[in-house]
T-cell receptor, first 113, second 111 residues
């Protein structure tokens, strides 16, 4: 069972470069999330989606963009990377409705130099 | 503004020394409160969901409780393998639902 798959696992970017973190889930979940986690900290919500074609901002959306063209995929786009975006990024999916468990990917570690 | 606060930031216990972790929340419409465990270099793993004040759930040495303003994760007779970061999260009703996390409590259990 694949669950939630994130790519790449590791990436080093130069300041000003752009990239896309990919996230795919095979559980037919409606809800998907992108979080970032800085060292020793909890997870901060960047963007989330409640279904294909619908996205909304979380707590820390600046410098990021998302799209949700299919139920399975929820890519996160970083434009003009900055050192403040150095972090571990987690994608998660949720069946939806009240109290549903979040299923997480293994994370993508991004360093901006 | 929806907010989740966990305390303490870190907790060091001896094996067998029971204790509790706290999660206090201020949200506009609580749909559920979650506890997750996170090991270093891994994504969070689901432990419990609590829905209403007075509810309790147990799993091995862990017991989660919920009041109208906070939740506790009680750890009874912990073992070194319980060492991890424990994250509290709340699902809030914003028209859709979103899930926001606290900063976590890092638990260290020494043999």
């Amino acid at each position: 069972n694949a669950g939630v798959t994130q790519t790449p696992k590791f990436r080093i970017l130069k300041i000003g470069q752009s990239m896309t973190l990919q996230c795919t889930q095979d559980m037919n979940h409606n809800y998907m999330y992108w979080y970032r986690q800085d060292p020793g900290m909890g997870l901060k919500l960047i963007y989330y989606s409640v279904g294909a074609g619908i996205t909304d901002k979380g707590e820390v959306p600046n410098g990021y963009n998302v799209s949700r063209s299919t139920t399975e995929d929820f890519p996160l786009r970083l434009e003009l990377a900055a050192p403040s975006q150095t972090s571990v990024y987690f994608c998660a999916s949720q069946a939806g409705g009240r109290g549903g468990e979040l299923f997480f990917g293994e994370g993508s570690r991004l360093t901006v130099l | 503004e929806d907010q989740v606060t966990q305390s303490p930031e870190a907790l060091r216990l001896q094996e067998g020394e029971s204790s509790s972790l706290n999660c206090s929340y201020t949200v506009s419409g609580l749909r559920g409160l979650f506890w997750y465990r996170q090991d270093p270099g891994k994504g969070p793993e689901f432990l419990f969901t609590l829905y209403s004040a007075g509810e309790e759930k147990e799993k091995e040495r862990l017991k989660a409780t919920l009041t109208k303003k906070e939740s506790f994760l009680h750890i009874t007779a912990p073992k070194p393998e319980d060492s991890a970061t424990y994250l509290c999260a709340v699902q809030v009703n914003t028209g859709g639902f979103k899930t926001i996390f606290g900063a976590g409590t890092r638990l260290f259990v020494k043999a």
